[in-house]
């Protein structure tokens, strides 16, 4: 790199810093909407900004050549600085969407909006692009997530507007290219609050079902409502769906066990196979057991049968290890979900829910992870691959896959937490 280069780098990492310093003070001491106004004047009107070297900071960052490349980051990141101060009070929440609302109105705006200045005409450029680009995606499911509007009409919002719903599809939903670590953490933070309150809602609601029951069992169905305070469904399935699902997953839905126990069984065992050969086929018979004959016969269990056999085959003499079982596994859930978002292929996962239902299906996905708790986040990864393939359709033309998130997200609840709804068989 030459020595003009490197000075001219420098500089407009100075002139980054500069912008980001004068955003932290900002958010320190003037309340949000006073600053939403000002994030407009400065990045979408592009005049009028009070602090004129704050003007000329953002000036010579949009006019640097690399400006095509990474203006989408700094831009991103000014406004990580707002919404992570803004998230962790929960009178400023609300701020968030306004904020992102601010980009919205950039995209009707006419050119003569912005000025005849050659600087203004590139900031409305570079803002275009950034309108277009990943990082922004993320900031509106952000901003969504922030918000948990309820629609008048559910059915007819776009799936998108279910996010909030779903913790476990933050890390792979809200988190884009460039993020801080402070950007990772905020998300981090945001999804342990959602896990936390979506399990203190359910554990709620199935106490004051399992407590009616008990009442009304006892013939007293007015005391019932006379004495219980109603817990609301944190789910979008109907109440009996929820008594089902949860049953299935929390309980010894699988004759006289759970499905921790037959985790914990199947690992017992294989920690004893003689070779990864021999691995496969007892994970191929530890899957299908949960599997209805008269479907897997068809032609799943030969695709699961053929999908275990091309998964390293080099490695069929060896001894099991945790590289083996993990890559397994992760080639496992792509083939049940889905690949990739370049290959967003998922006849089998569709398939699976139309004919064993998605208690069954996730059943099998949650077997896996019990086993190998390394690919949970890869399981997350191929839902979050779903959600935004289909994040802009409406929800009642994809209810096959907001029943699978639903089910995801109790069988995660009830697996991987403290959650104990043992007691849900009294219901």
């Known amino acids: 790199m030459s020595t003009w280069t490197t000075r001219h780098t420098r500089q407009a990492e100075q002139e980054e810093q500069h912008l980001y310093d004068h955003l932290l003070h900002l958010v320190q001491s003037e309340p949000p909407s006073d600053l939403v106004q000002r994030f407009r004047l400065l990045f979408i009107d592009g005049t009028g900004y009070p602090d004129a070297k704050v003007s000329a900071a953002l000036e010579k960052i949009t006019s640097h050549k690399s400006a095509d490349q990474e203006f989408r980051f700094v831009l991103n990141r000014c406004c990580h600085i707002l919404i992570n101060r803004w998230q962790a009070r929960p009178q400023y929440q609300s701020y968030i969407p306004t904020l992102i609302e601010v980009f919205e109105s950039s995209s009707v705006r006419s050119p003569r909006e912005y000025g005849r200045s050659r600087s203004a005409h590139r900031l409305r450029e570079l803002v275009k692009d950034f309108v277009e680009s ?25 799936l ?64 019932a409502n006379r004495i219980l305070q109603p817990a609301k469904n ?71 049968y053929a999908q275990l056999q091309a998964s390293l085959p080099e490695s069929n ?42 208690a069954m299906a996730t059943g099998l996905l949650l077997k896996i992870v019990l086993i190998c708790r390394k690919v949970k986040a890869n399981l997350e990864k191929r839902f979050s691959i779903l959600f935004s393939h289909y994040e802009f359709s409406k929800r009642e033309n994809v209810q096959w896959l907001v029943q699978a998130m639903e089910h995801l997200n109790l069988a995660l609840s009830t697996n991987f937490s403290t959650l104990d709804l043992s007691f849900i068989n009294q219901w």
């Open 134 to 158: 990943e990082q922004y995606l993320a900031l509106r499911r952000l901003a969504q997530v922030a918000s948990q509007t309820t629609e008048s009409n559910p059915l007819e919002v776009p």
């Open 160 to 223: 998108g507007k279910l996010i909030h719903r779903y913790p476990y599809l933050y890390d792979h939903c809200l988190v884009a290219e460039g993020s801080t670590l402070e950007q990772q953490q905020t998300i981090r933070h945001l999804k342990a609050r959602a896990e936390r309150k979506y399990e203190i809602d359910l554990s709620q609601f199935v106490t004051y079902q399992v407590r009616r029951s008990q009442i009304i069992r006892s013939n007293l169905p007015d005391v």
């Open 234 to 304: 944190p789910t979008l399935l109907s109440d009996e769906e929820l008594c089902i699902a949860v049953k299935h997953f929390a309980g010894r839905s699988q004759g006289s066990d759970t499905y921790r126990d037959l985790a914990q069984r199947f690992l017992t065992h294989s920690s004893q196979t003689p070779s990864f050969n021999s691995f496969k086929d007892d994970l191929y018979q530890y899957i299908t057991a949960s599997v209805d004959p008269e479907y897997g016969n068809r032609q799943f269990n030969n695709q699961l």
């Open 317 to 358: 003499d060896h001894r099991v290890n945790d590289f083996l079982i993990v890559r397994t596994c992760s080639q496992l859930l792509n083939f049940l979900v889905v690949e990739s978002s370049q290959k967003p292929s998922h006849f089998v996962f569709v398939d699976l829910l139309s004919n064993i239902g998605p």
